[in-house]
């Protein structure tokens, strides 16, 4: 049974209010508190270390998996490995994200290791959340590392998103793409106070025909540093894009460096970068309509951020 | 409803002396009225806007809204007071969509057809613009429509335009003297316009002249109009005016 903290975090990293339709695996506080399966997708628990083995059969069409983390109690610092097996011409939703409510003042850590084996011409869709909250002194830290494996045709599109609350991440994305395979991303971020945000990809286009679409777009304010890196690399015919895009305040730090590197000939790469502060002009033109400067400021945020 | 007295506006130059801008400038729009202030580039029509909306502060004199003294108020004030303002070179925003800018100037949540409505007026085909962000993915006149669109979606009391043709194809030419036609038929406020256009100044109740940022004539449209045919504000007038008239004048034959 959850309690109001878990369902508040479930709500906030997962979309979740009630028990979710499909399969699903809920872990609270290092302990599996719930675990649904369907005739499509298994998951089973890991002998030899934390985490969940998810197999997903080839063909399954319109199903999703929700594997949201909650950790409610401070001081609980884990490593999970979690391990997608999409089988070939599956098209499925999954939603991770973790939230952390860290009321004590010991850290709280979660490292969630993902790998994704995806089979020939299987697509999914990935939406992961971080989320942090609680007033003690213990920091919420998050390192999340994804790892994508695509095969002939396989589609990712990767919605990953961390608005609130977490003071230390270090986001660790790596893929490697068959031919035809294609990969996009959308990374939102914000921080704020003293956190810390280290954002790197490194993406690996080995198939003719293949691509990848990264996006980045982040927020950082008052003290906060953020670190973006960004390495495509293109072994074959392939193209590859990368944008990353940054809003800085107050006396924020951000940094970004993005490397291209082609191997091939026919390889074409794009990387876009921009790190500017919110444009007077856009302030103002909020102002007319009748907002506030601060009010201004947030829809300027919410809108870039959405 | 809108009132200034000798209002005079100071900014720093380039060498790091001043320069005066505008200079003791007096003028009153009426409720209700059309008025169109133009004059040669540079004579600071757009400077005296921007004091009006309170974007640049007066250096001297005072300014009366509905007879408060708004002088020193803020650009949030004015707007809540119910002043609006169409920038000539509206501002992109990435991220925000046609409708929230919409839902913010009309605050209040705009239905899909309501915003619709007022894309449809300025002659936006709305299905295709509602959702659509305001980046650089827009070319200069549809932006200029959804800034003229928001200045509709907010009904003020004194809506300001700042040369609002800047920018604007032939046909939404056209389209937007239609626009302001039923603006001063359906808005009970007053309407400021900026313009060098000659079709513009044709539906104005009022213009006013403004040269070297002091106003040197200002009356009824019947007797302002034909002294600043030929003149230097008429020039410029012309340069663009005439092309657009002697064309939109056979689309309408």
């Not at chain 1, 850590?109 to 959340?129: A, P, Q, T």
């Not at chain 2, 046909?171 to 239609?178: A, D, E, Q």
Request: net charge negative; glycine share 10%; aromatic share 4%.
């Amino acid at each position: 049974m959850l309690d109001s903290v878990s369902k508040h975090i479930l709500e906030e990293v997962a979309d979740i209010h009630e028990t979710p339709i499909g399969a699903y695996n809920f872990r609270v506080d290092g302990k599996s508190a719930g675990r649904q399966t369907t005739a499509n997708i298994d998951i089973t628990s890991k002998t030899d270390k934390p985490g969940i083995d998810v197999r997903i059969k080839p063909g399954t069409k319109h199903e999703s998996v929700h594997i949201p983390v909650v950790l409610a109690e401070s001081g609980i610092r884990e490593t999970v490995y979690n391990d997608f097996y999409v089988g070939e011409d599956a098209d499925v939703v999954i939603v991770a994200g973790c939230g952390i409510h860290n009321c004590g003042n010991q850290d709280s850590e979660h490292d969630g290791v993902h790998r994704f084996f995806l089979g020939k011409n299987s697509r999914i869709k990935y939406i992961e959340k971080h989320y942090g909250e609680g007033d003690g002194n213990g920091r919420r830290i998050l390192n999340p590392v994804t790892e994508m494996y695509m095969e002939e045709g396989a589609v990712a599109e990767l919605e990953m998103v961390q608005i609130k609350g977490v003071d230390s991440t270090k986001r660790t994305t790596v893929a490697k793409l068959d031919k035809d395979a294609r990969l996009v991303v959308r990374e939102r971020l914000m921080t704020h106070g003293s956190q810390y945000a280290l954002s790197e990809y490194t993406v690996e286009m080995n198939g003719e025909g293949s691509s990848v679409d990264l996006v980045s777009r982040s927020v950082a304010r008052e003290d906060s540093t953020q670190d973006y890196r960004s390495k495509v690399v293109g072994n074959a015919a392939c193209a590859g894009h990368t944008e990353c895009d940054a809003i800085i305040m107050d006396n924020a730090h951000v940094y970004a460096t993005p490397e291209l590197d082609a191997n091939c000939i026919d390889a074409q790469l794009i990387h876009e970068a921009a790190i500017g502060k919110i444009a007077g002009e856009q302030l103002t033109k909020l102002m007319t309509l009748g907002l506030t400067e601060s009010e201004a400021e947030e829809q300027i945020i919410n809108g870039f951020l959405k | 409803m809108l009132e200034l007295k000798n209002v005079t506006f100071e900014a720093a130059d380039e060498n790091g002396g001043s320069k005066i801008i505008t200079r003791d400038l007096s003028m009153t729009v009426g409720d209700n009225k059309f008025v169109v202030i133009t004059g040669p580039n540079g004579s600071g029509k757009s400077t005296l806007a921007r004091l009006i909306m309170g974007i640049n502060q007066p250096t001297g004199g005072q300014i009366l809204f509905n007879g408060r003294d708004i002088t020193h108020a803020s650009i949030t004030e004015r707007a809540n007071l119910g002043i609006s303002f169409a920038f000539q070179q509206p501002v992109r925003f990435k991220g925000l969509k046609v409708i929230d800018l919409l839902r913010i100037a009309s605050k209040k949540e705009l239905t899909v057809s309501e915003a619709c409505t007022y894309l449809a007026s300025v002659g936006l085909c709305a299905k295709d613009y509602i959702n659509r962000e305001v980046n650089a993915s827009l070319s200069g006149g549809e932006l200029k429509r959804i800034e003229i669109a928001m200045i509709l979606a907010r009904g003020s009391l004194l809506s300001i335009f700042d040369e609002p043709e800047a920018g604007i194809d032939l046909w939404s030419f056209s389209n937007l003297i239609s626009v302001f036609e039923t603006m001063r038929e359906n808005i009970h406020g007053s309407i400021l316009i900026i313009s060098h256009q000659e079709r513009i100044l044709n539906i104005a109740d009022e213009i006013v002249v403004i040269d070297c940022g002091s106003i040197r004539e200002q009356g009824p449209k019947d007797e302002i109009l034909p002294h600043i045919l030929g003149t230097a504000a008429a020039r410029i007038m012309c340069d663009g005016g005439a092309k657009i008239s002697r064309k939109g004048g056979a689309a309408n034959a």
